[in-house]
């Protein structure tokens, strides 16, 4: 009797913990504990991998049963892809026609998509002021190409584009191609502005309080010379008008004239400037701007002690590094100077005069003494 009551006990035992183990693996599978009213049993969550093969050889097979398991499979798959987006050319006119392609990357391996894989992609056309002027799905995939052709309108307004390409996997992620749409008219002469000093090209850019000088030369599409053509000037920095110091109001016999303007002694903000010229020759009109190459006075000054550290009273070479706010590099000219004691009087002269040797980088020596701070004073620009 003592026999059947343990034997009794060990079999609930077993049943419960039977009930509790389907119970467990019910939760990792993402199936609902809920029975619906039909007693068939719904299923909430990702489909466990082990049974993507058994639902794949389970279905029904037709004449293109092979294609449809390909499908499928590929469907469940978690595969994630790369568009490299590319066009014929980078500017079009308005009524041309863009042709753009993209090619579909596994973004794992590396490896070009298959036809097999059946990835579609979403295009978009985006204007200028980031509107969407165009969408279209590209479907007809090319072992890993999709393409299409995009029929510029004519009355397109110009401006940069982007052509953006999304396959259709989840979590792919979006790449994108600019390119330009710009009207073109056959100009009926041509005119060119440069600056004659090569300030700009030594010392990376011009500095505030400095002098442009330049010159201006038109030119007939025959090749003869806009003599005498009268002359209109606009030069600003920062939307702050500069002085003219030569500005003539018109050509000389050659079809050119020089010109100089004074930049403002103090600056204005981030230093955008341009001097553009219109030139009117027997009622034809063209024009042409050149962008002032600036330096502005806020610069990013960086210091590298050789070692890490300086040590008072023993010769030490410090690396520096001068760039702009935007990132470009500097043709600093500065003075090291000590840094007065509080309540005491000022260094009558620097310790060293520096510059920068290439790209804004430069090195320079001393000696610090004990307790005392320096400091970098840039002269130019």
């Not at 040590?311 to 043709?331: H, I």
Request: hydrophobic share 40%; charged share 25%.
């Amino acid at each position: 009797m003592a026999w059947h009551k343990v034997a009794g006990v060990g079999l609930i035992i077993c049943s419960i913990l039977l009930l509790f183990s389907m119970f467990e693996w019910q939760k990792d599978a993402g199936l609902s504990s809920e029975l619906p009213p039909s007693g068939e049993r719904r299923y909430h969550g990702p489909l466990p991998s082990e049974f993507k093969s058994v639902l794949v050889a389970s279905m029904e097979c037709t004449e293109d049963c092979a294609e449809k398991k390909v499908r499928l499979d590929s469907m469940l798959s978690s595969k994630r892809y790369m568009a490299h987006v590319s066009l014929d050319k980078e500017t079009y006119r308005p009524g041309e026609t863009a042709y753009i392609r993209a090619v579909l990357v596994d973004a794992a391996n590396d490896k070009l998509a298959t036809t097999n894989d059946y990835v579609n992609a979403k295009l978009e056309i985006k204007g200028p002021t980031g509107e969407t002027v165009y969408e279209a799905w590209l479907g007809n995939q090319e072992k890993s190409v999709v393409s299409h052709l995009w029929k510029i309108t004519s009355d397109q307004t110009g401006g940069e584009y982007r052509a953006e390409i999304t396959p259709e996997r989840q979590g792919s992620p979006m790449n994108w191609r600019a390119f330009i749409i710009r009207s073109y008219r056959q100009p009926k002469f041509t005119v060119v502005v440069e600056f004659t000093s090569e300030h700009d090209a030594q010392a990376g850019g011009y500095g505030f309080g400095d002098v442009i000088h330049g010159r201006v030369k038109a030119t007939r599409a025959d090749g003869s010379p806009c003599a005498s053509a009268a002359l209109s000037w606009k030069a600003a920095v920062d939307g702050v008008a500069l002085q003219a110091l030569s500005a003539p109001a018109q050509l000389d016999a050659d079809g050119a004239a020089p010109f100089s303007f004074q930049l403002p002694t103090h600056e204005t903000g981030d230093g955008q400037g341009s001097v553009s010229v219109s030139v009117s020759d027997g009622g034809d009109v063209e024009g042409q701007a050149k962008t002032i190459p600036m330096v502005v006075r806020t610069l990013d000054l960086r210091l590298y002690p050789e070692g890490g550290d300086l040590a008072a009273g023993l010769p030490g070479r410090v690396y520096f590094e001068a760039l702009t706010r935007s990132g470009e590099p500097v043709a600093l000219e500065a003075e090291l100077w000590e840094v007065a004691v509080a309540g005491g009087p000022e260094p009558a002269a620097p310790v060293l005069a520096l510059s920068a040797e290439h790209e804004g980088r430069g090195t320079f020596e001393f000696t610090p003494a004990p307790g005392r701070e320096y400091e970098v004073r840039p002269l130019r620009p």
